[in-house]
Each structure stands twice: as C-alpha cells, then as structure tokens.
C-alpha cells in the first residue's frame, strides 16, 4: 500500500507548487498535443503512446543502455579534458598581456571552425576512433569554457586588485585570492554551456563516425546515442528515433543540472538571499 | 555613543584574548601634497586633472576636501594610494617620499588603505575573511589569530554576528563598517575615504557619520575624506579643504573649530551654520564655473 501513499504525496506536491504544476501542465498538454497531430495524420512523427512502448521494450535491453554509457563516457572524457586544458588556457590569457597577443589570434582563427567538420581530420589524426569522438567533443566545450574564463576574468572589478594591492597581497595572493574566485561563476557558466555543446556534437560526431564497432557490445546498437538515432533511421524504426533523441534531452539535462549544483556549492556567495 | 553593552562572556573573551587593538603610538599619518599635477594624456594636449596642488593633512586629524564632481579630488586619493601616477610634484608621508621626481607612482602599502566609493569587499569571502584579509596576506598572523582579531574588531564596531554573512548578504550601511574594520585591521596610518557615503540615504548616513567618528575617537588615524555633500564634509573634518573646478587646486582651507567627539545636535548650531554658509559660498563659485565650462564644451 505504499505505492499509492507516495504517488498521492507527490500529486499534491505538484498540485501545491506553482512552478512544478506549470512544468507538468506544459509537458503534458505537449505530449497530448502531438499524440492528436500523430493520429489524425498531420505529423508523421510515430505518436508518445507508441513511443512510450518502444521505450518501454529498449529499457530492457542491455545494448541500449550501452549506448547510453558509451556516449557519456565520451562526453565526460571531452568534457573533462576541455576544463583542464579550457581554465588554465583562459586565465593565462586574462592574467598575461604577452600570451593573449600570442594565442588570442590562433584561438580566434579556430574557433569558428564547427567541431563536426574536425570529424574527418580527427578520425585520420587519432589512432583510434574512440579518441578522435572524444576530439571532436572536447573541441565543442573547450571554446564556451575558454571564452567564458577570459570574460570572467577580464570582468573582475579593478577596485578588488587595488584593494588587495594596498594591503600588501603578492601577485600569488592576487591569482589565488581575486582572480580565480573571481573568475569562478564564469567557469561555472562556460562549464554548463560547455557540457550542453558536448552533447550536441557527440550524437552528430556518432552519426558522422559510424559509431564504434569497438567491444564486445558493438554493432547495431552499441555506438552510442547519435549512432542508434542514426541506425534506427537507417533500420526504419521510427518510434526507436524518437526514444534516442529524448534520451539525449535528458542526458544533457541531467548534465547540466548536476554542474550547476556543483556549481552553486562551490559559488556560496551567489547564492539567493 | 558608546558601544551596546556585550554579554558578559563574550566581553571578557574579547577583552582576555584578543591582540590590543589600541593605535600604535609611533603612528602618524601626516602628508604633504607640494606642487602636485597631474595631467591625463600627453603634456601639451592632455587633460589637466591637479594643477599645483599644495596643501597638508595633519597627522591624526581628519582633512575632508570638497569640490565639484569631476575635479580631481579622486585623483589626488589615487596618487596617494599608489593606484595612479602624477605628472609632477611631490607627495610625502610622515617625512618620506611617496611619489616625487623620479618616482611617479607610489607603491600601494598597508599604511594607506582605501575604502571606495562603491565598497571593495571582496564578495566571495565571508564577512570575517573579508576583515581578515590584510594580516593574513602581510603574513603578519595565522588565520587563527587574524581571525580572533578580526571577530574583536568587528565587535567594537557593534558588528557582531555577521561574520559567517557574505557581503552581499548585508545592508549597504554595513558593508560601509565593515570595510572601514578592514582598513583598521592592517594598522594604517591613513584611511583614505573616497565619497564612501555617497549612494546611502541620508538616514543612514548619518548614522555612518557618528560611528566613523567613533572609529576615529578610538583610534586617532590620519583620515583623509572626499567628498561633495558640504555638510558631511563640516560635521567630519577638523579641516576642510574646498577645491577648485578642474584643473583642481585648494582655493580655501578652513579650520572647523567645533570640539570633536561631535553629535547631531551640532548642526543646528550657529558655528555651524556659519562654516557652511562660508563653504557653500566658495563652492557655489566653482560650481558655477564647471558648469559654465561644461555648457562651452558642448
């Protein structure tokens, strides 16, 4: 009898917050929406109810979750290698005149090159395919990390070095103490924007790349997210597609969410009164 | 005003174990601006900020200058602190050179500490950390002892309770406080205070006014205030030095003879009214000046 005494709590939760019932009546109302426009024949797009049966079936089975694990592990690798080379790369240009003259120009240069159409290059450059994925991922968070660093950075208030310099801080005290709590909401920023890019190019990188035949998993549905989108495609089953793009929404809402928890813990200053 | 009674335990564990916060003896604060100019851009063509300045700031007094905005005052500070150069001219500090020929820019020093115009707390550090901050840095105590320090400090201040608060978590006023304990923490000769009221209601200000001079009762340091409000700049300073428009040079030093510790009641006094009447006349002038010298720029 449990089930129903929880199910009840969270209804009325729901019903009680205002922001929480706006968010369910949309989604909802969403869904009802487009199982109307799937019926009557104005979408093509498979109907939720029909989704929802698929979604149920693929829960159970170990390669899309596979999948799930693959894509991820590239997204956290790019990820993570973006804000280790991202944040010393943006506060040494915010700190230093001379490197921002030297690299500033290159950076800019490249920037605007989309991570996907490093796709071929990187597949030729890396030795495995896995690597030259997890490339073209990095590429996508690295510049929103980087830009949002040298923003951040350049924003610190002048008034907080002067203040410090009067006291008798040394340049270390400066970096340690002004610029890199200063710059820290910047990073946190670049951090989430930078997550969100490495989802979009890691789905597009698997379409391009054809995936990963790697492990024992591999094969049809074993290339990751944007590989089984493209693969269901490719199979004709429709209602698969639609099961692989929401997983991806909520792959990079989940990412997301939980940067800027991070976030928040390590920015107590910022937070609401 | 004395400071709200502290319950006893607290009191006595101020009193036992914190470090003395009585002003060094040795200090002083005394400065000397001879001759100073400051010119923005190059010689010939630049903007002149400061034009032959000259004029003292007695050592443990405090010297309010007014003047209309945008004529130099802030620069003056800015020599001073070491933030900015002067073209020209000589600063000195209790008998040593700050800035002069040859050395256009102090080095910026615990011995003069600013509190700016819109605050400078540092807003990723606790209210405590914040106070802290100049002895930690100086290397001069452990975290342990600038904190204890730091906790009595804030607690003459009557700013208990607020230690664990981010500064944004806090009313402006207090924030204003909490940064003058902060200069106080590194034993400076100077507090240089650049219109540090100046975005508070006049409620508030008020109440700033009667805890500065508490602060300055206390601890006798060299205060060195700008300003554009008159009546601040009177109810504060033992010395007003009212200033030219643009270039900016003293075009009147007045003495305000009304005996310190001061209240409210005193602007109602006839002395007062005077010394303000005296002021407002010389500052009108300028302000008409800058005003008239606005409208041909334009």
Do not use: C, K
């Given at each position: 009898m449990r089930g129903p005494g929880v199910l009840a709590a969270w209804t009325f939760r729901v019903i009680a917050n205002t922001k929480l019932r706006r968010g369910v009546v949309a989604t909802?109302?969403?869904?009802?929406?487009?199982?109307?426009?799937?019926?009557?024949?104005?979408?093509?797009?498979?109907?939720?109810?029909?989704?929802?049966?698929?979604?149920?079936?693929?829960?159970?089975?170990?390669?899309?979750?596979?999948?799930?694990?693959?894509?991820?592990?590239?997204?956290?690798?790019?990820?993570?290698?973006?804000?280790?080379?991202?944040?010393?790369?943006?506060?040494?240009?915010?700190?230093?005149?001379?490197?921002?003259?030297?690299?500033?120009?290159v950076f800019e240069v490249l920037r605007p090159i989309p991570p996907l159409a490093w796709v071929p290059a990187s597949i030729i450059f890396w030795p495995t395919q896995e690597m030259s994925i997890a490339f073209v991922t990095f590429l996508g968070a690295f510049y929103a990390v980087v830009i949002n660093v040298i923003g951040g950075a350049q924003a610190i208030d002048v008034r907080y070095y002067q203040a410090a310099r009067s006291m008798g801080s040394s340049s270390w005290d400066i970096f340690r103490r002004i610029i890199l709590p200063g710059t820290l909401p910047s990073i946190v920023v670049g951090a989430t924007v930078g997550i969100g890019i490495a989802w979009a190019v890691v789905v597009a990188a698997e379409m391009i790349s054809g995936g990963g035949s790697a492990g024992s998993m591999g094969g049809a549905k074993g290339g990751g997210l944007g590989f089984f989108i493209w693969n269901s495609y490719v199979g004709g089953s429709y209602t698969q597609i639609v099961v692989g793009m929401i997983s991806i929404g909520i792959a990079g809402y989940i990412s997301s969410a939980l940067l800027r928890k991070l976030g928040e813990l390590v920015t107590p200053w910022l937070r609401e009164q | 005003m004395k400071p709200e009674p502290v319950p006893s335990r607290e009191r006595s564990l101020a009193e036992t174990k914190a470090p003395p916060l009585r002003p060094d003896p040795r200090r002083r604060g005394e400065i000397r601006i001879a001759d100073v100019v400051k010119i923005y851009g190059s010689e010939a063509t630049g903007v002149r900020a400061v034009d032959n300045c000259t004029f003292d700031v007695p050592a443990g007094k405090i010297t309010v200058v007014v003047g209309p905005s945008g004529c130099g005052k802030t620069t003056l500070l800015n020599a001073i602190a070491g933030f900015h150069s002067i073209t020209s001219g000589t600063i000195h500090l209790d008998g040593a050179l700050l800035c002069g020929p040859g050395r256009p820019k102090a080095d910026p020093g615990p011995d003069r500490i600013v509190v700016f115009q819109n605050g400078a707390l540092f807003p990723w550090k606790t209210i405590i950390e914040n106070v802290a901050f100049g002895p930690m840095v100086q290397g001069r105590l452990n975290r342990k002892d600038a904190f204890e320090k730091a906790r009595a400090m804030l607690a003459e201040a009557g700013l208990r309770n607020l230690e664990s608060n981010y500064p944004g978590e806090i009313s402006s006023g207090m924030r204003r406080r909490v940064e003058i304990a902060r200069a106080l923490m590194n034993d400076p000769k100077v507090l240089l205070l650049d219109e540090p009221y100046r975005a508070l209601d006049s409620l508030t200000k008020s109440v700033m006014h009667e805890a500065l001079l508490e602060t300055f009762d206390r601890n006798q340091v060299t205060i060195f205030f700008i300003t554009h409000d008159l009546e601040e700049a009177i109810f504060l300073g033992h010395r007003v030095v009212i200033m030219t428009t643009r270039p900016c040079r003293p075009k009147k030093i007045l003495t305000v003879d009304i005996p310190q510790p001061r209240d409210y009641s005193v602007l109602t006094a006839k002395r007062f009214r005077e010394y303000l009447d005296e002021t407002i006349e010389a500052v009108h002038e300028e302000a008409l000046k800058a005003f008239a010298a606005g409208e041909r720029e334009r």
């Open positions: 909802a109302g969403f869904i009802v929406l487009w199982e109307i426009a799937s019926r009557t024949g104005i979408s093509r797009i498979p109907a939720p109810s029909a989704v929802a049966v698929t979604f149920n079936d693929l829960m159970r089975d170990p390669s899309y979750w596979f999948s799930w694990y693959l894509s991820t592990q590239r997204v956290f690798a790019g990820f993570l290698a973006a804000m280790l080379l991202g944040i010393p790369l943006g506060l040494g240009m915010a700190v230093s005149r001379a490197f921002y003259g030297t690299v500033f120009p | -």
